[in-house]
């Protein structure tokens, strides 16, 4: 029987959140940074951030494994999450912590719309890395989409480059600067993104530990990368106008809609499917521009429209073909796989000799 909420079902409903959370993200990071003239530290905000996703965690996993850690006592509880291969969730934690930084830099310097369709690219630095890394067959209509979807993302750069370069004047040429500093931050953001999620999965393909504890886990190490960005960039100011200084209730929002993010896809991946994901993102990407033009009076221009179009439609299209993958490995194959894979990434100079393969997925 299909479970539900209030008489909702969870797959509909976590669709809907992720709708909620993937527009509101952008427009409420993006208000959270120009609402004020007083900035908040934004490495303070993902420290939040992933402090409020190990609480959440925490709270997940012990309600889905309650029965054994009210059993076996808390050293069980500490053994599953410090055990021997949790370490293996230092890298995503590292990568998820910069990707989080970059997405505060590229959504201070861009409009919410542009960066809203800009940050699709995920799909395509994520379909790269699983190509390498998953060994995943992607099919024409795959291919396709991903072409369509670097098209369309091309034109509302391009767009957001000819709006900033169309006067000569100091205050245009620094907004070229600032515009073309935030899509490269978004670049860079989309690159983290495809690699860890990419990782993240291989991880928990290759081992049976259950989504909500590598969750924990990966909270729990995404703390230390954060309080050192915490100390490396903002420390010293920090150290002489508060950990606090700036912070509004939009900030606490910010937040907590960032926060919100990977536990909302983890139950969407869990209860729904790549099409409905995809179909979620599309309307996300639509609510945001027209979110976009009524907060902070964004110009829409036939450019923009065509690039968004685009994007739209081959985000959706994506996630109407399920991936394909090679024959499953056995337990001990498997294992041995994802520690090849994890010594190749540690070791850049070093070629990558192993095939990994996994199991298949529908």
Known sequence: MEKKIFGISIKYLSLLVLVVQNSMLVIVMRYS????????????????AELFKLVSSCALYYNEDSHLINTNG??????QVFGTDSWKMVIPAFLYTLQNNLQYRAVSLLDPATFQVSYQMKILTTALFS?????????????????????????VQLDSSSASTASSTPSAKMGTIKKFEGLVAVGIACLLSGLSGVYFELVLKTTKKSVWLRNLQLSIYSLIPATIGILLVDGSEISQKGFFYGYTIW??????????????????????????????????????????IWIFDFKVTLTFTLGTILVVYSTYLYGTVPDKRKAPLTNDENEYALN????????????????LQVPKTV
């Open 251 to 292: 900030t606490f929002g910010s937040i907590m809609c960032q926060s919100l993010g990977g536990l909302v896809v983890a139950v969407v991946v869990k209860y729904a499917d790549n099409i409905l994901k995809g179909f979620a993102t599309s309307i996300s990407i639509i609510l945001s521009c027209i979110l976009s």
């Open 33 to 48: 940074r120009v609402v004020s003239d007083i900035k908040y530290f934004s490495s303070t905000a993902v420290f939040f």
């Open 340 to 355: 090849s894979e994890i010594k190749n990434f540690d070791n850049h100079s070093s070629s990558s000799s192993k095939v």
């Open 131 to 155: 190509v390498v890394l998953l060994k995943t067959i992607l099919g024409a209509v795959k291919w396709s989409s991903l072409l369509m979807l670097t098209a369309g993302i091309a034109l």
């Open 74 to 79: 808390i050293g069980y509880f500490f053994h």
